[in-house]
């Protein structure tokens, strides 16, 4: 048997220079904090100490959560001292210059992420696969294939990653995220999930879920959600629910920042793609990517022409490219 990917992400950090650190994307949600926990461990058990980092905040109810349930030890960047230009990094469920994630003084020598693979940006180890649902999947199997026994709380922090990133294991699954789930169910704790999907949101985002609620306009198969000044899992997390309604097979969700607009796209269509829709709805003027049926953008403030109307703008481009792909069908 060859070398796993494990080995060879381990005999790569005991090499580096300094400290090594763990980063996942600026806003932490339930897979990315499972799946930086996780790593964290397995790299422990071959003799690599890691410090997890993030930048921004954690805004999501159940991601505190899980902090507070398993003792998950995170830190903002801001406040580890130590952390340095001679330190190394390892990127998790996030790709260095995507649009959330902080480019740190560290070099980012290795990735594990499941998001659209953005090319080598000088990492040493890479592992990125954008077939896979969640991230936590990718980490799991780590566990299985150098049998190495998985604790229940990083079990049970795993499984609610994937639970989470694949909407229930209904939202771009894969073989793989079916089979680490359920290798995963025995040995995790199932009332910590329930407890975990009792606290998904906070009572503050109440009020902000019944604006964004308010503002959904509905143009054939194709929902538009306005949400004024909201984070990003409130985005994301609305958009999942709209998507659910009866004949919207495709949202288009955007809200406001401090350098531009923030865009979550989610498609349950056969025939457009939420990274291409996202795509074209940016294009020349943004950036965006993701998956099939999930993906993310952001449109600079710069970019922003005063004269036209930002509604206006996103609906002509998402109605013309849906319009121009049932065209090609």
């Known amino acids: 048997m060859g070398k796993t990917r494990l080995t060879a992400l381990v005999e790569l950090l005991k090499n580096a220079p300094d400290e ?13 904090i ?17 410090v997890i980092v993030y930048e921004n905040e954690i805004e999501k109810a159940n991601s505190v ?32 210059e995507n649009s959330n994630v902080t480019d740190l003084v560290t ?5 594990i992420d499941h998001h659209e693979y953005m090319g080598n940006k000088g990492y040493k180890f890479e592992d990125v696969r954008p077939d896979v649902g969640a991230c936590s999947t990718i980490i799991a199997e780590y566990f299985f294939e150098n049998n190495i026994e ?22 771009g699954v894969s073989s793989l995220d079916i089979d680490m789930f359920y ?22 985002d109440l009020n902000d879920y019944a604006k964004a609620f308010h503002s959904v306009e509905i143009y054939g198969e194709i929902g538009f ?29 955007y809200s406001p920042r401090p350098e531009g607009i923030k865009f979550s796209v989610r498609s349950i269509s056969s025939r457009l793609k939420a990274n291409i ?51 090609k069908k």
Request: proline share 3%.
């Open 225 to 253: 959600l306005y949400l004024d000044n909201s984070n990003d899992s409130l985005l994301g997390a609305a958009s999942d629910i709209v998507v659910t309604i009866a004949g919207v097979n495709i949202v288009v969700a």
């Open 183 to 204: 290798r995963l169910y025995g040995l995790s704790s199932i009332s910590l999930i329930t407890e975990l999907k009792g606290n998904q949101i906070s009572v503050a």
């Open 20 to 32: 090594v650190f763990i980063q996942p994307h600026n806003v932490p949600d339930p897979d990315a």
């Open 34 to 50: 499972a799946s930086s926990f996780a790593l964290q461990y397995l790299l422990k058990t071959r003799g690599v100490d890691t």
């Open 65 to 96: 959560k899980m902090q507070e349930l398993f003792g998950i030890e995170l830190f903002l960047a801001q406040d580890v001292a130590t952390l340095g230009e001679e330190d190394w990094t390892v990127l998790v469920d996030v790709q260095k």
């Open 277 to 327: 829709l996202v795509r074209s709805i940016l294009e020349g003027v943004g950036f965006g990517g993701g998956h099939a049926s999930m993906a993310g953008g952001f449109l600079p403030r710069e970019n922003l022409e005063n004269s036209k109307s930002l509604h206006t703008f996103v609906r002509y481009r998402a109605i013309s490219c849906y319009e121009e792909t049932m065209s």
């Open 107 to 111: 070099e980012e020598v290795a990735v």
């Open 150 to 171: 998985i604790p229940g709380r990083i079990a049970t922090a795993l499984i609610y990653g994937i639970f989470m990133d694949t909407d229930n294991l209904t939202r």
